[in-house]
């Protein structure tokens, strides 16, 4: 006879996957909820949108051992259940890591403006820009926070040397809204991104407001205004809270408050990943290091295990510098967490070689997911 399982997982990017290898690992029962048991590995966006690879390529299957997988969405999360396909079931805990979720941009169909943040988004992207021959890509952060802080500044260099590449007489412009590219963690990165961008021929306009509301029509409206229009504009969405976690938002802003261990206010429920209003970017590193904490809270919650996370997470951010060339931004806080702790920044500069730790990086990811290969 199977018995219930204790702890529902939500989703299987890096959050969610690693809460649900820790929490088997500590003997926890397990079940895992992910889309068509997918997961899709966000950094081959990039890639993907100058038609270099395939959305599929970057697609996963997920085949843990030892745990149950469900392909599906969760609908609802209550106290001890959870509601998958209209059926609820029983556990003792949520560890929920569903990311973020993206604004709707304009229209699907052709159009000078169009909106993308993952791989599935940038291969509808693809024909698009390859349609460009000459004038203006825009590429425009709508707003913060958003996925891998220096990744739309690696997009817009990477777009301007695959056209040089082609020799079409193509300007490609960064506009953000931020005051300093990545400020909230100093000067440093910003300097280095800006640095690369013009070397790149980018130029990147700092503290643009765009109009979320004209956005969602399909137009970008900036202050000051622009007269030169673009060929096409690439948006990085606004980023909002997961329909599954919007209970718990309080205030503005699209990421869930959580204590350190990452519970939410909901007994029982954790919110991890990219949807947990953590003060550590939004990559991959920090996404599995709240797994780690929370999947820990659990078992010793339930008595099953007493284990000790690490007291902070490292981020490892490629840099995508076109024609193959990558850089990294390494990001660990020795010091304890932000605000007291301050961040430890490495830059490593750009070069080909790195081009097989990216790859090395998504060798690792798709390991993780797929146990089932292995036996
Ligand atoms: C273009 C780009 C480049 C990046 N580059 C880097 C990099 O170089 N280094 C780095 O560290 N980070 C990078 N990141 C960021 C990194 O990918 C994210 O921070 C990380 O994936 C967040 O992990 P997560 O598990 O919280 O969420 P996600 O990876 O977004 O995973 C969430 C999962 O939950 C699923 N889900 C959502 N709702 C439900 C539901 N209701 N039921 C079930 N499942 C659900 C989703 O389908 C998804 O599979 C990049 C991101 C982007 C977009």
Request: net charge negative; charged share 20%; with cysteine.
């Amino acid at each position: 006879m199977s018995t219930a399982p204790n702890v529902a997982v939500i989703g299987a990017g890096p959050a969610g996957l690693t809460a649900a290898r820790r929490l088997r690992n500590g003997g926890a029962s397990v079940v895992m909820v992910a889309p068509e048991a997918t997961s899709e590995y966000l950094p081959g966006a990039l890639a993907v949108a100058t038609g270099d690879a395939s959305a599929a390529s970057y697609r996963t299957r997920v085949d843990l051992a030892g745990l149950e997988i469900v392909p599906g969405r969760a609908e609802a999360i209550e106290p001890g259940r959870i509601r998958v396909d209209g059926s609820w079931r029983r556990v003792e805990a949520v560890v929920a890591a569903p990311g973020l979720a993206l604004d709707r941009v304009g229209s699907t169909m052709a159009g000078p403006v169009l909106g993308f943040w993952d791989p599935s988004g940038a291969e509808a992207a693809a024909p698009r820009l390859a349609a460009v021959e000459q004038g203006i890509v825009d590429v425009v952060i709508s707003s913060v926070p958003y996925r891998c802080p220096p990744a739309p500044y690696g997009l817009a260099m990477r777009i301007a040397r695959w056209a040089r590449r082609r020799e079409l007489a193509v300007e490609v412009r960064l506009r953000t809204p931020e005051r300093h590219p990545l400020e909230v963690l100093g000067r440093t990165l910003g300097d280095v991104l800006l640095a690369a961008c013009a070397d790149a021929g980018v130029e990147v306009r700092l503290g643009a407001v765009v109009d979320p509301e004209a956005l969602a029509a399909g137009a970008v409206t900036e202050d000051p205004v622009d007269h030169r229009r673009a060929a096409l504009t690439i948006v990085i969405p606004p980023h909002r809270a997961s329909p599954l976690v919007a209970g718990l938002l309080r205030g503005e802003s699209p990421l869930v408050p959580v204590d350190e261990r990452f519970a939410t206010e909901m007994s029982g429920v954790f919110v991890v990943g990219d949807a947990a209003a953590s003060p550590y970017p939004r990559a991959d590193g920090p996404a599995a290091w709240s797994g780690t904490v929370a999947a820990d809270a659990v078992l010793a919650e339930l008595g099953v295990a007493d284990a000790q996370s690490p007291a902070t997470p490292q981020a490892d951010c490629f840099v995508d510098h076109g024609d193959g060339a990558y850089g990294r931004f390494r990001i660990s806080y020795p010091d304890g967490p932000p605000p007291n702790g301050q961040p430890d920044i490495a830059v490593e500069p750009p070069a080909r070689a790195r081009a097989r730790d990216f790859d090395d990086a998504f060798g690792r990811w798709r390991a993780l997911r797929a146990e089932g290969a292995a036996r």
